[in-house]
């Protein structure tokens, strides 16, 4: 089996934004495509978020898009090397610590499981990249070096982007360094679909709809991938395959990367105990309490083991559907569930959301609203020093409270090191077998290592699934789209037909059948606010 897998991530605050800034505009524009992933400082009310109509999900993903803030953004450029074996990537991840400058926000529950999985307020308020949400100042906001810049050179750059789950991400994004959300759903993706015109791929849609992975949190489909990858790397056939490469870092920039570790799924020899709850969803709300094993690499194993026994299968996916783990342990899966990310659990189309426990449920005033003091609105002066005050005026719906572990919620449960010195060339292929030293493990949850994740699941399944396609066109057939691409010659046209177009636009809805279409409708026009931006993004270049 291949060893381990180091994963350079680039740590981005406000002190080294202006020197990574090349570098960082580069990776984007040389990308084949790009995976981002978001950190939040809360949600706001999981039932609305998880409402029957997509236009009520959409009301209130913008209510806590414009209350709440993005506290990390992790971006993964994955550069296609044309030079070397098919598929394969030099991929380099940022994470960028980000600190907005105005009112917003922050649940106790979002902080709790932050803290667990190792973010640091405390470098945040002190050295996170400034930034104000809503609508644009002017033409500066296309020039000089500061996220919402950045932002626009994602859109300058037209690369496929890529999430796990992506709605919240993009509502946030648009919100964050665009525009002010627009009232409706049906302009909100007009508006995406104009923006990106390479496309938005949501790899939760991918591993549910086309890869048919037993579970899709991203933990375990990035895991699942790579297992199968590694499979077809040690087996010594021609298969394609996935292979990734990172940048080497020397001097005074190995001080900014944090090296993540990805170790070989294990051996699951004499170990049955598995969590249902956890290996169906990615997360318990006994956290490490729980007497069962929370081990992905565990289940993925005991998922494959299984696949011969149909009947224990259907049972498994069943049980998935309905919302269940364990019958013993309450009426509905959601209960104590994480809110930091809580979209990307399941949730049948016929079941409502549970109410939250007595135990877990925020105050509420004698109008039935939830009271501020389910948040606590941080402000922030000018030097982006935290300040916090309760405010019991202010009503905002928030999260139900939760304090274990969430693999559901994007963070993977690998250990994770900073090395001392800069990382060797690494591959998937030839990995290396000899990692040098490393420091104390800080925390596992990275918004970057996220993204790197989604990243690697789509290029996986940009392989497999393209791969397996081709045999089932005809020669005469493929001959002649040939010859018309050969016609056309457009380099770009071809490179966003490699990708995958039964995926493409296409984001997932938990609890839904279908996907949300990122598409400009017949009814629906696309914002002026935003026409009038993409002028502007456009005129500055």
Same mark, same amino acid.
């Given at each position: 089996?291949?060893?381990?897998?180091?994963?350079?991530?680039?740590?981005?605050?406000?002190?080294?934004?202006?020197?990574?800034?090349?570098?960082?505009?580069?990776?984007?524009?040389?990308?084949?495509?790009?995976?981002?992933?978001?950190?939040?400082?809360?949600?706001?009310?999981?039932?609305?978020?998880?409402?029957?109509?997509?236009?009520?999900?959409?009301?209130?993903?913008?209510?806590?898009?414009?209350?709440?803030?993005?506290?990390?953004?992790?971006?993964?450029?994955?550069?296609?090397?044309?030079?070397?074996?098919?598929?394969?990537?030099?991929?380099?991840?940022?994470?960028?610590?980000?600190?907005?400058?105005?009112?917003?926000?922050?649940?106790?529950?979002?902080?709790?499981?932050?803290?667990?999985?190792?973010?640091?307020?405390?470098?945040?308020?002190?050295?996170?990249?400034?930034?104000?949400?809503?609508?644009?100042?002017?033409?500066?906001?296309?020039?000089?070096?500061?996220?919402?810049?950045?932002?626009?050179?994602?859109?300058?750059?037209?690369?496929?982007?890529?999430?796990?789950?992506?709605?919240?991400?993009?509502?946030?994004?648009?919100?964050?360094?665009?525009?002010?959300?627009?009232?409706?759903?049906?302009?909100?993706?007009?508006?995406?679909?104009?923006?990106?015109?390479?496309?938005?791929?949501?790899?939760?849609?991918?591993?549910?709809?086309?890869?048919?992975?037993?579970?899709?949190?991203?933990?375990?489909?990035?895991?699942?991938?790579?297992?199968?990858?590694?499979?077809?790397?040690?087996?010594?056939?021609?298969?394609?395959?996935?292979?990734?490469?990172?940048?080497?870092?020397? #001097?005074?920039?190995?001080?900014?990367?944090?090296?993540?570790?990805?170790?070989?799924?294990?051996?699951?020899?004499?170990?049955?105990?598995?969590?249902?709850?956890?290996?169906?969803?990615?997360?318990?709300?006994?956290?490490?309490?729980?007497?069962?094993?929370?081990?992905?690499?565990?289940?993925?194993?005991?998922?494959?083991?299984?696949?011969?026994?149909?009947?224990?299968?259907?049972?498994?996916?069943?049980?998935?559907?309905?919302?269940?783990?364990?019958?013993?342990?309450?009426?509905?899966?959601?209960?104590?569930?994480?809110?930091?990310?809580?979209?990307?659990?399941?949730?049948?189309?016929?079941?409502?959301?549970?109410?939250?426990?007595?135990?877990?449920?925020?105050?509420?005033? #004698?109008?039935?609203?939830?009271?501020?003091?389910?948040?606590?609105?941080?402000?922030?002066?000018?030097?982006?020093?935290? &300040?916090?005050?309760?405010?019991?005026?202010?009503?905002?719906?928030?999260?139900?409270?939760?304090?274990?572990?969430?693999?559901?919620?994007?963070?993977?449960?690998?250990?994770?090191?900073?090395?001392?010195? #800069?990382?060797?060339?690494?591959?998937?292929?030839?990995?290396?077998?000899?990692?040098?030293?490393?420091?104390?493990?800080?925390?596992?949850?990275?918004?970057?290592?996220?993204?790197?994740?989604?990243?690697?699941?789509?290029?996986?399944?940009?392989?497999?699934?393209?791969?397996?396609?081709?045999?089932?066109?005809?020669?005469?057939?493929?001959?002649?789209?040939?010859?018309?691409?050969?016609?056309?010659?457009?380099?770009?046209?071809?490179?966003?037909?490699?990708?995958?177009?039964?995926?493409?636009?296409?984001?997932?809805?938990? #609890?839904?059948?279908?996907?949300?279409?990122?598409?400009?409708?017949?009814?629906?026009?696309?914002?002026?606010?935003?026409?009038?931006?993409?002028?502007?993004?456009?005129? &500055?270049?």
């Amino acid at each position: 089996m291949v060893s381990s897998l180091v994963v350079p991530v680039i740590d981005v605050q406000n002190d080294n934004f202006k020197e990574l800034w090349p570098a960082m505009v580069l990776a984007i524009k040389t990308a084949s495509f790009i995976a981002l992933d978001t950190e939040l400082s809360g949600l706001g009310n999981r039932k609305s978020l998880l409402a029957e109509s997509i236009e009520d999900r959409y009301k209130a993903i913008c209510l806590a898009a414009r209350t709440r803030s993005i506290l990390s953004l992790g971006i993964a450029c994955y550069k296609k090397q044309d030079d070397k074996a098919a598929d394969t990537y030099l991929v380099q991840v940022y994470n960028l610590t980000l600190l907005c400058s105005e009112e917003y926000v922050i649940e106790p529950q979002s902080v709790q499981f932050l803290v667990q999985h190792g973010f640091d307020f405390n470098k945040q308020y002190a050295s996170g990249i400034p930034y104000i949400k809503g609508n644009s100042k002017g033409a500066s906001d296309e020039r000089g070096i500061h996220i919402r810049a950045l932002f626009t050179e994602l859109l300058r750059a037209r690369k496929p982007l890529v999430f796990h789950n992506g709605l919240i991400d993009m509502a946030f994004l648009y919100q964050s360094f665009y525009l002010s959300l627009p009232d409706r759903l049906a302009i909100f993706t007009a508006d995406l679909s104009e923006m990106f015109p390479a496309g938005i791929y949501d790899t939760k849609y991918v591993t549910e709809f086309e890869l048919r992975l037993t579970a899709s949190y991203l933990e375990y489909a990035y895991k699942k991938c790579k297992l199968d990858n590694s499979r077809i790397v040690t087996s010594g056939g021609t298969k394609p395959h996935v292979q990734v490469e990172f940048c080497q870092y020397a #001097g005074h920039m190995s001080s900014y990367v944090d090296y993540r570790v990805c170790p070989a799924v294990a051996s699951a020899e004499g170990q049955t105990d598995i969590c249902q709850r956890f290996s169906a969803f990615g997360w318990c709300p006994k956290g490490a309490q729980c007497p069962s094993s929370h081990d992905t690499d565990l289940i993925i194993l005991q998922d494959e083991k299984g696949t011969g026994d149909r009947r224990k299968r259907r049972k498994r996916l069943r049980d998935k559907k309905r919302g269940r783990g364990e019958a013993e342990d309450g009426p509905s899966i959601f209960d104590g569930a994480p809110e930091n990310k809580m979209p990307h659990m399941e949730l049948d189309p016929g079941e409502t959301p549970a109410e939250p426990c007595p135990e877990t449920e925020p105050l509420a005033g #004698g109008d039935g609203n939830n009271l501020q003091n389910e948040g606590v609105v941080m402000k922030t002066d000018g030097e982006g020093n935290g &300040v916090s005050e309760d405010n019991p005026d202010c009503r905002n719906p928030a999260a139900k409270a939760a304090t274990d572990h969430d693999s559901n919620t994007k963070s993977s449960t690998n250990e994770s090191r900073e090395e001392d010195r #800069g990382t060797e060339m690494l591959s998937d292929h030839p990995s290396q077998t000899d990692a040098p030293k490393t420091k104390a493990d800080p925390g596992t949850h990275r918004a970057g290592f996220d993204a790197f994740m989604t990243g690697y699941i789509f290029a996986h399944s940009c392989t497999r699934i393209k791969k397996e396609g081709v045999g089932a066109v005809e020669k005469e057939q493929q001959q002649e789209e040939e010859e018309k691409m050969e016609e056309e010659n457009k380099e770009k046209k071809k490179e966003e037909q490699s990708w995958l177009p039964s995926c493409l636009n296409k984001v997932y809805l938990s #609890g839904k059948e279908a996907p949300l279409n990122v598409v400009k409708s017949t009814f629906a026009r696309s914002s002026k606010a935003h026409m009038q931006k993409m002028k502007t993004v456009w005129e &500055v270049v």
